[in-house]
């Protein structure tokens, strides 16, 4: 399992406002992406000038959780299974969401730690 990322997913009812306080601690939107899984949720990523990252997502529940981008999203959900992780999704939609250009799981270790692993697929 190769890590390719690994940083901060606030998921907010108001994203805009939460955008503004990282543009205001020096963090630029250098990636949107909308309409991702069933509720239709927008992601914008941001970078600070000493490289690190935050993703801000548009929802109506509020979550914070940590983004992990991986080599192998298969791979990786059964090491997670093996030590004890579940999928957080609710039964309709236990499968991976695949967004065209990426594929996630949503998943909780056994203390209640959120992750949102990622794909990122290449053509």
């Given at each position: 399992?190769?890590?390719?990322?690994?940083?901060?997913?606030?998921?907010?009812?108001?994203?805009?406002?939460?955008?503004?306080?990282?543009?205001?601690?020096?963090?630029?939107?250098?990636?949107?992406?909308?309409?991702?899984?069933?509720?239709?949720?927008?992601?914008?990523?941001?970078?600070?000038?000493?490289?690190?990252?935050?993703?801000?997502?548009?929802a109506e529940?509020?979550?914070?959780?940590?983004?992990?981008?991986?080599?192998?999203?298969?791979?990786?959900?059964?090491?997670?299974?093996?030590?004890?992780?579940?999928?957080?999704?609710?039964?309709?939609?236990?499968?991976?969401?695949?967004?065209?250009?990426?594929?996630?799981?949503?998943?909780?270790?056994?203390?209640?730690?959120?992750?949102?692993?990622?794909?990122?697929?290449?053509?």
């Amino acid at each position: 399992m190769k890590i390719t990322s690994f940083n901060p997913l606030i998921i907010t009812k108001d994203a805009e406002n939460v955008i503004k306080l990282f543009e205001e601690l020096g963090f630029e939107r250098t990636h949107t992406k909308d309409d991702i899984g069933m509720h239709s949720v927008t992601n914008v990523r941001m970078k600070n000038p000493d490289g690190f990252h935050v993703d801000i997502s548009q929802a109506e529940e509020e979550h914070t959780m940590i983004r992990m981008n991986v080599s192998d999203l298969d791979e990786t959900a059964e090491f997670l299974k093996a030590r004890g992780f579940r999928m957080a999704r609710h039964e309709a939609a236990k499968e991976t969401v695949d967004t065209g250009s990426s594929k996630f799981n949503i998943m909780v270790s056994p203390t209640g730690t959120i992750f949102s692993v990622s794909q990122h697929i290449k053509e």
